[in-house]
């Protein structure tokens, strides 16, 4: 019976992969409840993620972490950037722009003085641990901004793997981190409204960390930070890689 039914998921293995994170999901918001989804249940997720990607890649000795499993290689189409993108796209259907407006100025300015400061901050990190070529520094720096940054950085400035890993890994403790602490800061950030959210959005920058930050404050508020931490992802894209690594080799040669 075991037989069958392992070699019936390795043959559709993209819906093995759905089943999989349906079951992590709902384990992890059930785990969610019980802190009064003080820890998101997405936070949880996001973890045990991450640990499954260590374990398969060790298992394995491959690349790809859990999808390097026979059993789970749906995992490398279903974390791959299409469906990524169209997840990210589709949250910004439940916006009113009515209410985005009304986040304005201090939502642009939010956005660029995030991403320089997230930017220069990572930045000084890479330089602080050895990694002093602009190269390095602006792909960690990148990281920093958000784990979507730091590798479309590191590809295009030819960064090495390693340091490509590392701003992944910087990006996703900024992540968890902002996950795990928006609900706790909400009341004194006065995340009570669209306008707010769309502001928290462009300062945080990390799509993930806000959207279940947000969903544990507020779901009505989710459309909003999303759709802005998505600009902010797509203007790092643009920005890190080019005027941020100008001025890291006009200041470090």
């Known amino acids: 019976m ?39 249940g997405s936070a949880i997720a996001i973890l045990v993620g991450l640990i499954l990607a260590y374990v398969g890649g060790e298992i394995t000795g491959g690349k790809k972490g859990i999808s ?3 059993l789970f290689s749906g995992f490398a189409l279903m974390g791959g ?7 990210i796209v589709s949250t910004a259907f439940g916006v009113k722009l009515e209410e985005l407006k009304k986040a304005g100025l201090p939502g642009v300015l939010a956005l660029i003085i995030s991403v320089i400061i ?22 960690i720096g990148g990281g920093a901004t958000t784990f979507i940054v730091g590798p479309v950085t590191g590809a295009a400035l030819g960064a090495s793997s390693e340091v490509i890993a590392l701003s992944v890994a910087a990006g996703v403790v900024k992540s968890i981190a902002v996950m795990i602490l928006t609900p706790f800061l909400a009341k004194i950030a006065g995340l009570d409204n669209p306008a707010a959210a ?6 945080m920058g990390t799509t993930s960390g806000v959207s279940a930050g947000l969903a544990a404050t507020d779901p009505k508020l989710v459309p909003y930070g999303a759709l802005t931490a ?13 005027i941020g690594y100008m001025t890291l080799v006009a200041l470090f040669g």
């Open 81 to 87: 950037s299409m469906l990524r993108d169209f997840a």
């Open 198 to 203: 769309a502001v928290y959005g462009g300062l």
């Open 68 to 70: 390097d499993v026979a």
């Open 118 to 139: 997230a930017t220069v901050i990572g930045a000084a990190t890479a330089y602080a641990f050895g990694y002093t070529s602009p190269v390095d520094m602006a792909t």
């Open 230 to 242: 998505t600009f902010y992802t797509g203007f790092g894209c643009l920005v890190v890689p080019s």
């Open 2 to 40: 075991f037989d069958i039914l392992y070699s019936t998921m390795e043959k559709v293995p993209l819906i093995t992969a759905f089943l999989t994170v349906g079951v992590i999901m709902w384990v992890s918001y059930a785990i969610g409840k019980l802190t009064n989804n003080r820890v998101h």
